[in-house]
């Protein structure tokens, strides 16, 4: 994080911004997240992807929890310990909820994975000021520690520590960066931020051969265009996806049909069969077995076929004169 982006007047005024209770409608709070959004150059604190100043969108997070577990479960014993099973049962640092470096800009689904989890490192020896160097600790800290020097991002997609950096393998631990369904909700909200025409989207994330939930991503398609409902956005989601597997006729014949009732004008370019189809129906050909052709052979009544033997085997046998008999 640039700290030199921010104005030390505006960090000044949130430090006297103080007060026994968090308040994100304070004039001073306002003013310092919007500052810390440039010093983050619009990205979150945790997995650097790009956040945006709207509610529910980008939250103002304090790094060491703010918060005290509730009485009836607080143990001060646990609250001391390193242990990492632990770490989310907090004293909580009530001192440094107006603290500047206490604070950083996340995105909702970093910060509601993070939680109450504590990353001071020693936990064991109760602080009067503010830990201000990186060894405090265990995990990355956005004032104290270079992003890139302890996580690296394949693809925008892929997470992991930098030389076995054992701060950056706490990041991505806690806030669920190697989470399976981290990634596919990842490559969802990178389709929609980095497309601005609806029906494409929808054929992106169509075409993607990712598992999807309709319903979450009809939301967000929803949220994120302003048109129809979520509800509408979802029953969309599906017809294009139930038609997939069916060549690109059918797929390109959905898309008009869609683009009518969102009434979008925007011509429709056909798109070529996804190859993630074109492999599923290779595989499900493959799997069914090939017809043998058999020799065609005279169906022969089960009557006759005892004649025939018997005659063969009588045959065989030696003729035997009137007068023979056996000994």
């Given at each position: 994080m640039n700290l030199l982006a921010i104005?030390?007047?505006?960090?000044?005024?949130?430090?006297?911004?103080?007060?026994?209770?968090?308040?994100?409608?304070?004039?001073?709070?306002?003013?310092?997240?919007?500052?810390?959004?440039?010093?983050?150059?619009?990205?979150?604190?945790?997995?650097?992807?790009?956040?945006r100043d709207e509610v529910g969108h980008r939250e103002l997070e304090h790094?060491?929890?703010?918060?005290?577990?509730?009485?009836?479960?607080?143990?001060?014993?646990?609250?001391?310990s390193n242990d990492w099973i632990h770490r989310r049962h907090t004293r909580g640092y009530g001192d440094f909820r107006y603290e500047p470096l206490n604070l950083a800009l996340s995105c909702k689904r970093c910060n509601s994975y993070?939680?109450?989890?504590?990353?001071?490192?020693?936990?064991?020896?109760?602080?009067?000021?503010?830990?201000?160097?990186?060894?405090?600790?265990?995990?990355v800290h956005p004032h104290f520690d270079p992003y890139s020097k302890h996580i690296n991002i394949l693809e925008g997609l892929l997470?992991?520590?930098?030389?076995?950096?054992?701060?950056?393998?706490?990041?991505?631990?806690?806030?669920?960066?190697?989470?399976?369904e981290e990634i596919t909700a990842r490559q969802v909200e990178a389709?929609?931020?980095?497309?601005?025409?609806?029906?494409?989207?929808?054929?992106?994330?169509?075409?993607?051969g990712e598992p999807l939930d309709s319903a979450e991503v009809g939301d967000a398609l929803h949220k994120r265009f302003k048109v129809a409902t979520s509800a509408k956005m979802k029953g969309f989601l599906d017809q294009l996806l139930?038609?997939?597997?069916?060549g690109s006729d059918v797929l390109v014949a959905s898309i008009k049909q869609i683009s009518l009732e969102i009434g979008t004008g925007n011509p429709i370019v056909a798109p070529t069969v996804p190859a993630f189809v074109v492999k599923r129906g290779a595989a499900k050909k493959a799997s069914v077995p090939a017809k043998t052709k058999k020799c065609p052979t005279k169906s022969v009544p089960a009557k006759a076929i005892d004649k025939t033997v018997v005659a063969k085997q009588n045959k065989s046998k030696p003729k035997r004169s009137a007068g023979s008999r056996r000994n």
């Open positions: 104005d030390s007047a505006i960090s000044d005024a949130f430090s006297a911004a103080k007060r026994p209770e968090w308040k994100t409608n304070l004039k001073a709070v306002i003013a310092y997240r919007k500052a810390l959004l440039v010093a983050q150059e619009h990205r979150c604190a945790y997995c650097a992807r790009t956040i790094i060491l929890p703010q918060s005290q577990c509730p009485a009836q479960d607080f143990d001060g014993g646990t609250a001391a993070k939680g109450s989890f504590d990353p001071l490192l020693n936990r064991s020896v109760a602080i009067a000021a503010y830990p201000s160097a990186s060894g405090d600790y265990l995990w997470y992991s520590p930098v030389q076995g950096s054992q701060k950056g393998q706490a990041v991505i631990k806690v806030c669920g960066l190697d989470r399976a389709c929609l931020t980095s497309t601005q025409e609806l029906v494409q989207a929808m054929i992106s994330l169509t075409i993607s139930a038609n997939a597997g069916r």
